[in-house]
């Protein structure tokens, strides 16, 4: 990074997890910064981005398209073209950074250590290979000196582990002759078959079922329970991550926008924007009166970000901050009343509070009731 | 935005879930609907070996200006039941009564069909693909406009500019180009397209599933505006279960080609008497119980959705219910009226864990517990499959028909 770091307060996410655990978290990904020039200009996709995810964790990142949250981790694996894309910042991946690293010591990495799911199964399987040449495939490369026939057995093996029946005689069919649920396990078997401690899953069951969501995400949860892998979950699914997630990434026009426990960001978000984001999504169990309010306009140009705040001009809460501030100002990334592990990047001065009083009444009338009548009894 | 509102405005401008009106007269009648699409050998002689029974005796009615959701999995022919009515394909068997003159769009014919076209109107899933990307929004709202002759031409624009300022889109943006525009607002275009013509059904397939989350509810939004200004009636079909509790006061939950379970919201969100509809409520992440820990227990169904070339016999369920007994497979369960707005096809209909011990049905359908014939019983004439709801239903405690 060629400017020195322009928020000094801000803290650092290896700070935060290493109060948990000595020593560095598995992966840590400090200041990154991903721009791609084009015909139009410089695109700002991802902007000193930081996060850390631990051995057995899981960390969702939310946001919506074009926030950075696929930019950010396809940079994790490496990814990015060079010559398309400029990267600064550090990702280190066990204490050794892979920025800058060479195609060869990247595809080492890739697959092996770090490996990742697609949401589009059928589109990230050749559709004129057999899923077990597929798979064996992957195996091998990373196990040159592994046979044809260990690398079969390797992958049946992956096909039984992942609950595909009848492993033995599946391995030999093509991509189309499986079921959306059923594709997506043969990519989760592809992406464990090196026994990973990364494991990064963009979207993994947007396109399903919710009945084959489940056992996708039951799958993945046993999985990181025998491997001890790490995960990063990216998601729009506020469900899913209140699910699976111990940590939540909440992303925005390519900046992350809070960042903390998960139950914490759901219980007691501090940014408008997660706010917005829990508004504006129904859920099956909450009171069928509760009041969907969607977040108005549009996110903001990545050609252009603005001087200030990113969510400014969406923000239905920026009269609360004095004067111009959020325009004019883009507030740290920093802790806020509710301890040091919930980061957040927002001007307000009180959030907690405009959150219990005006946002909670609205989305969950009966947990806002009775919260308040904790309160009182406190009193 | 240029300017800002406040929090407060933000709010007032926004709607709790829509409510039902149960007096409200059927626009749309539907009654044992069904799709066969024929599988045709190879080689020369293309015989036709079998059937994909994508729709097989759908029952049910839509209130006029009401709204009624659509569940299911894929493959469950929800979507085929919406191209039905809008007649994109047509019917197999059975019959659509639409409207007042109650015109049955199943056998109608073609050039019938076309001033019917106005009041049946699709929103459709991508708002993508489903704009013409070499037409601009002018054309593209216009059209209909112009091909069922509502407007006198010179005033067509006008009309244009007023539709696209009633789904919030600028006017003036009527001869951009749908690539201009982003998900949400080209989703607005599409509902402006099918605005056009004021229909009073709209069939909106998966009208929100390829939005951002942000975005969702910004459409939702403008749908419940439209359907009070215009007394629209909807067919919300889609698969995300808290969108449709929210827009739809009554659903309908359907598994390979049924209906499973319909009734009004609370009776299937809240009191879902059909294994398969719990075991589909219970998949859904739920972002409230994973926060304040009461997880409640996750129904796993194992396996896929069985062929529907060769459904299963009897109940289609059977292959993957947690409660399934022999009379499932040798009997079809009736779809039985067990509340005032509650009806549920199973054998064994009861809360989560709680099922009755024997089949309920099968002193109506004049067999034994296990689904032999029983020579002392004969089939109730009680059991009749009409869309809509009768007055007298089949108590599950009494275990006989009657008002509660």
């Not at chain 1, 074009?66 to 073209?81: E, T």
């Not at chain 1, 992406?191 to 979207?203: K, R, V, Y």
């Not at chain 1, 140009?301 to 400014?312: N, V």
Request: aromatic share 6%.
């Amino acid at each position: 990074m060629s400017e020195t770091n322009p928020h000094p307060t801000e803290a650092k996410p290896g700070q935060v997890a290493a109060a948990a655990s000595a020593g560095e978290p598995y992966l840590v990904v400090d200041d990154l910064t991903v721009k791609f020039p084009t015909a139009d200009g410089l695109v700002h996709a991802v902007s000193n981005l930081s996060y850390s995810v631990e051995l057995g964790k899981t960390l969702g990142i939310v946001g919506e398209s074009g926030s950075g949250k696929s930019v950010s981790s396809m940079a994790v694996l490496g990814l990015h073209d060079e010559r398309s894309a400029q990267i600064s910042g550090s990702i280190r991946v066990d204490g050794k950074d892979v920025v800058g690293l060479s195609d060869a010591q990247m595809r080492r990495m890739r697959g092996n250590t770090v490996a990742m799911i697609f949401q589009d199964a059928l589109a990230a399987l050749h559709p004129f290979y057999r899923v077990g040449a597929q798979l064996a495939e992957a195996y091998r490369i990373h196990h040159p000196s592994a046979s044809r026939k260990e690398a079969r057995k390797r992958a049946v093996e992956m096909l039984d582990r992942v609950g595909i029946p009848e492993p033995q005689s599946r391995v030999d069919d093509f991509p189309h002759q499986f079921s959306g649920g059923m594709r997506q396990r043969v990519m989760i078997a592809m992406g464990l078959i090196n026994d990973p401690s990364l494991l990064i899953a963009d979207e993994p069951t947007t396109a399903l079922d919710v009945t084959v969501q489940a056992q996708i995400l039951d799958l993945l949860q046993d999985l990181q329970r025998e491997f001890n892998s790490a995960i990063i979950m990216i998601t729009h699914d506020l469900g899913v991550i209140a699910e699976m997630a111990d940590d939540v990434l909440v992303m925005y026009s390519g900046r992350a926008v809070e960042y903390g426990p998960c139950k914490e960001i759901l219980t007691h978000p501090e940014m408008p924007y997660t706010w917005g984001l829990l508004s504006s999504v129904p859920d099956v169990s909450s009171d069928p009166n509760a009041r969907m309010i969607p977040i108005p306009g549009t996110p903001p140009s990545l050609l252009h970000p603005p001087k200030g705040c990113a969510f400014e001009a969406r923000c239905t809460h920026s009269d609360k901050v004095g004067g111009d501030l959020c325009a004019t100002t883009l507030p740290d990334m920093r802790a806020g009343g509710r301890g040091q592990t919930h980061l957040k990047r927002c001007h307000l001065p009180d959030p907690d509070a405009i959150f219990t009083a005006e946002v909670l009444p609205q989305i969950a009338p009966e947990l806002a009731a009775s919260e308040s009548n904790q309160s009182s009894e406190e009193s | 935005m240029s300017e800002h509102t406040s929090f407060e405005e933000q709010v007032a401008q926004t709607h709790a879930a829509n409510v039902l009106d149960p007096d409200a007269p059927a626009v749309l009648t539907v009654d044992n609907l069904r799709m066969y699409f024929p599988v045709k050998s190879g080689g020369v002689v293309r015989r036709r070996i079998g059937d994909v029974q994508a729709v097989d005796g759908v029952s049910f009615e839509v209130p006029r200006g009401g709204s009624v959701g659509l569940v299911g999995e894929s493959g469950c022919g929800k979507s085929t039941t919406g191209r039905l009515i809008t007649r994109l394909y047509k019917p197999t068997g059975g019959s659509m009564k639409f409207g007042e003159h109650d015109q049955d769009l199943a056998t109608i014919s073609d050039k019938e069909m076309k001033p019917l076209r106005r009041e049946v109107q699709m929103i459709f899933q991508d708002p993508y693909s489903s704009l013409n990307p070499r037409h601009t929004v002018g054309t593209i709202v216009g059209t209909p406009l112009r091909v069922h002759d509502v407007v006198p031409k010179k005033q067509t624009l006008s009309r244009v500019q007023e539709l696209l300022e009633v789904v919030g889109l600028n006017p003036e943006h009527y001869n951009r180009y749908p690539n201009e525009f982003s998900g949400g607002q080209r989703q607005r275009i599409g509902i402006a397209r099918a605005l056009a013509l004021q229909p009073k059904l709209m069939v909106a397939d998966e009208p929100v599933s390829a939005l951002d989350v942000s975005i969702q509810a910004q459409v939702i939004n403008l749908m419940q505006d439209l359907q009070r200004e215009f007394d629209i009636a909807f067919l919300f079909i889609a698969h995300d279960l808290a969108i449709v509790r929210h827009f739809c006061p009554e659903v309908a939950v359907m598994y390979l080609g049924k209906i499973v379970e319909i009734g009004d919201r609370e009776s299937i969100y809240s009191g879902a008497h059909h294994p398969y509809t719990q075991a589909l409520l219970s998949a859904v992440p739920d972002i409230k119980q994973a926060t304040t820990g009461e997880r409640r227990e996750r129904i796993r169904l194992t396996g896929d959705v069985p062929s529907p070339i060769n459904p299963p016999s009897g109940c289609r369920f059977r292959t993957r219910c947690p409660i399934a007994q022999e009379i499932c497979a040798k009997h079809e369960p009736p779809l039985l009226q067990i509340g005032k707005r509650h009806k549920v096809a199973c054998h064994f209909p009861g809360r989560i864990n709680q099922p009755p011990s024997s089949p309920i049905t099968a002193g109506l359908l004049g067999v034994d517990a296990q689904g032999s014939p029983d020579p002392g019983a004969s089939p109730s004439s009680d059991l009749t499959d009409q869309p809509g709801y009768a007055d007298t239903w089949f108590d599950l405690d009494s275990k006989s028909f009657g008002r509660a």
